[in-house]
Nanobody
Framework: QLQLVESGGGLVQPGGSLRLSCAAS????????IGWFRQAPGKEREGVSC????????KYADSVKGRFTISRDNAKNTVYLQMNSLKPEDTAVYYC?????????????????????WGQGTQVTVSS
């Protein structure tokens, strides 16, 4: 069974940090790019960051540039999202998703419709 599982969410104060993990089971991530998305109540799902299959290319939403860092360890079949300097507006459910690393996905990385596999999400709440 192909599955992505996110972990690492929680409650953190403004200015704090969290590291999210996205672990794959049932398939290898070696040939998949991974995107992180988030969705806050009443808002549309938005792309946060993405990373190519070998980790050579990354993208970030303007709202998280300089604060979030995406990385991957293919030996562990896991992708990470390090989130620093968290703000209340970062509060959302965070999802990871996989897309085969071929074709033109990178140009439209934030289009969630092109991703094939999704995790169940992990809640991140930034509040004092």
């Amino acid at each position: 069974q192909l599955q992505l599982v996110e972990s690492g969410g929680g409650l953190v104060q403004p200015g704090g940090s969290l590291r999210l993990s996205c672990a794959a089971s049932g398939f290898t991530l070696d040939y998949y790019a991974i995107g992180w998305f988030r969705q806050a109540p009443g808002k549309e799902r938005e792309g946060v960051s993405c990373i190519s299959s070998k980790g050579f290319s990354t993208k970030y939403a303007d709202s998280v540039k300089g604060r979030f860092t995406i990385s991957r360890d293919n030996a562990k079949n896991t992708v990470y999202l390090q989130m620093n300097s968290l703000k209340p507006e970062d509060t959302a459910v965070y999802y990871c998703a996989a897309v085969p690393d071929r074709g033109s996905w990178f140009a439209t990385w934030s289009n969630f419709l092109q991703y094939n596999y999704w995790g169940q999400g992990t809640q991140v709440t930034v509040s004092s």
